[in-house]
């Protein structure tokens, strides 16, 4: 099991193939020697060509030098492009196996809490975020730190007053610079809230749609989100009235065309003097931008730095979740009972449930039910190992879940939850997941006892539908038949049911209703019960409240007790009552 360490970081991240990013560094620098290097017979060719009696062998034996390296520092710089693409490659092979193996291993609560949005943002955007700041950054090293290093060191071993005029320029751009950069920090957090101010308040005006319509016209949200984005519009013109004059002064003194008038002035004026020679104040002329050109570079490297950090936190704080410990243990429960010893469990600092001990039968139906927030999800998403206790065990057939192996677990745990799962794959592949090696009958009479069989029958393609491909949008019931189908196929001996809170439509309850009863004959059943109606028959109910079981037994007997379960089925008749009572009334004002 692996601890959560401190954050991780960039270096970190990619540390798997360093070797690979420091060789197209490596090449990245020998291309930008031989860049320079060809630049370097240039002055002294003119300065040939301009003499009295030019020697055009000595011309021509520098022009060839200067090609030689041109061909060489193209050669390198395209080398080190497929260096540092190749080993992005790897490493967002390397991050996503990483990924999605540990992904495999997590507690499955861990995935649920978090979101299949956000595990895809990590897996996919922030993978590609990586390969992109390794493919990109290594050739920006080069040119933001060995050009212009290389070019002060020769400038300055040619002529040290002239290389200070090349530089004169920087510090300028620097204060200009950090003018327009003042209080970056403070201005960047404003931004970045009144940024997620829009976002939230797009998302509430989207996401609330439905209530927006029916009870608010939409003049409200409408109104917030008016407000927080002119509030966003206000903080963007503040911060750019503010910075946008130094900014531009700041990167127009970067641009090649200020250094070079710099030069041309004091090196015309030098050479007049006969303090200059002409090939020297050619190599000014040629070389002198390279200096002030790192900025650029410097600002897109810390741009991707900064980008992917971030992305590496997130990515970081994955690969450092605890995974559940895995048994090696080749036991195997003895039957389909179930058995929590004093139990407890908290989500971190909060405490869910608290000294559960509870036998259950094997064969029998147990319906846990209690007021919202009660544990009765929570309990019931230990048994499959969402989450493992904090303290106490739970058994099946006499043996701790945690000396099961995962496999052995599957085997026998089968679970339909609310948010039900269906892969983009066709309906036929969805179900058989069940069941690997089932054959095409067998799914077939599994969707029919699930009371599937005719509406995949109505589907464009039938069996091969693609579950959520556009234009297949099947209903809430329908996809939770689909997955009753999966288990009914898998056929384990045990299977935790969340049911649903609400059904679209008495027709679907009907068929849900049924396509569960096939589902569970002669089995070890765990109902989260959130409609008392459907649970009056079971062999056992636990009544729950505030993480603890505060009754248990028959509906007779607990009606009977007139404790907090007495409470909770007369709240039910009575909405019941009042549902019909309504009905009724609809009915007789026609
Ligand atoms: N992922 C989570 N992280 C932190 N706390 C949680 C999490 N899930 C549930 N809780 C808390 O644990 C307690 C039990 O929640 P649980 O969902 O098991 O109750 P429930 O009886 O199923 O409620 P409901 O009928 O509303 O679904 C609640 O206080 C809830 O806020």
């Known amino acids: 099991m692996t601890t959560p360490t401190s954050e991780v970081s960039l270096w970190q991240i990619i540390q798997p193939v360093r070797g690979g990013i420091n060789t197209a560094i490596a090449i990245s620098v020998v291309g930008a020697i031989a860049g320079l290097a060809a630049l370097l017979p240039i002055p002294l060719v003119i300065d040939h060509l301009l003499s009295l009696n030019p020697q055009s062998s000595e011309v021509w034996r520098l022009i060839g030098i200067s090609v030689l390296c041109t061909a060489l520092s193209f050669a390198c710089r395209s080398l080190s492009f497929y260096v540092s693409h190749q080993s992005a490659f790897k490493l967002e092979q390397i991050l996503r196996t990483q990924l999605v193996e540990h992904l495999a291993q997590l507690p499955l609560g861990y995935i649920v809490a978090m979101g299949s949005g956000a595990i895809k943002k990590v897996v996919q955007d922030d993978v590609k975020g990586l390969h992109a700041f390794v493919a990109d950054s290594t050739p920006l090293i080069a040119r933001a730190y060995a050009t212009p290093i290389l070019t002060f060191v020769v400038l300055l071993l040619a002529d040290w007053k002239m290389t200070l005029v090349a530089v004169a320029i920087a510090p300028l751009g620097f204060i200009f610079m950090s003018l327009a950069m003042k209080d970056y920090k403070e201005r960047r957090q404003e931004y970045d809230l009144a940024n997620e101010q829009v976002n939230n308040s797009v998302v509430e005006f989207v996401q609330g749609m439905q209530v927006v319509r029916t009870f608010d016209d939409g003049t409200t949200s409408f109104v917030r989100f008016r407000q927080s984005l002119d509030e966003f519009t206000d903080k963007l013109k503040a911060w750019s009235g503010a910075t946008a004059v130094p900014g531009r002064i700041g990167s127009l003194l970067f641009e090649s065309l200020p250094v070079l008038l710099l030069v041309a002035s004091v090196g015309s004026w030098l050479y007049r003097q006969n303090q200059l020679e002409l090939s020297t104040f050619l190599l000014f002329l040629l070389l002198s931008p390279n200096l002030i050109g790192a900025f650029r570079p410097l600002m897109m490297l810390s741009y991707y730095t900064n980008q992917s950090s971030a992305a590496a936190k997130r990515l970081g704080s994955i690969l450092a979740e605890p995974t559940l410990p895995q048994s090696n243990a080749t036991r195997q429960p ?184 096939s589902l569970t004959q002669n089995k070890t059943l765990i109902i989260i019960a959130h409609r008392l109606s459907t649970i009056r028959e079971v062999d056992q109910i636990v009544v729950l409240d505030q993480g603890q079981i505060v009754e248990q037994g028959k509906h007779e007997e607990l009606v009977a007790a007139d404790r907090l379960y007495a409470r909770l089925w007369n709240n039910h008749q009575h909405a019941q009552n009042w549902s019909v009572q309504v009905k009724n009334q609809a009915v007789s004002s026609r």
């Open 334 to 517: 003895n039957d389909a009972s179930i058995r929590f010893r004093d139990v407890s469990f908290s989500y971190g600092d909060r405490l869910a449930l608290q000294n559960i001990n509870l036998e259950i039968p094997a064969g029998s139906i147990t319906a846990f039910v209690g007021p919202s927030g009660a544990g009765k999800t929570t309990i019931a998403r230990l048994i499959p190992r969402f989450w493992d206790v904090t303290t106490g065990a739970i058994e099946i057939g006499g043996v701790d879940i945690r000396e099961l192996t995962n496999d052995t677990l599957m085997s026998w745990v089968s679970f339909v939850f609310q948010d039900t799962f269906l892969l983009y794959d066709s309906i036929r592949e969805n179900i058989r997941l069940g069941k690997p090696d089932a054959t095409d009958a067998e799914i077939i009479a599994a969707a029919k006892a699930a009371q599937a069989h005719d509406f995949i029958l109505s589907l464009p393609k039938g069996y091969d539908t693609i579950a959520g491909e556009r234009g297949t949008r099947l209903s809430g019931g329908e996809r939770q038949r689909i997955t009753i189908a999966r288990a009914i196929l898998q056929d384990n001996p045990i299977v935790v049911l969340d049911e649903a809170t609400a059904f679209s439509d008495p027709e679907n309850e009907a068929l849900i209703q049924q396509a569960i009863a």
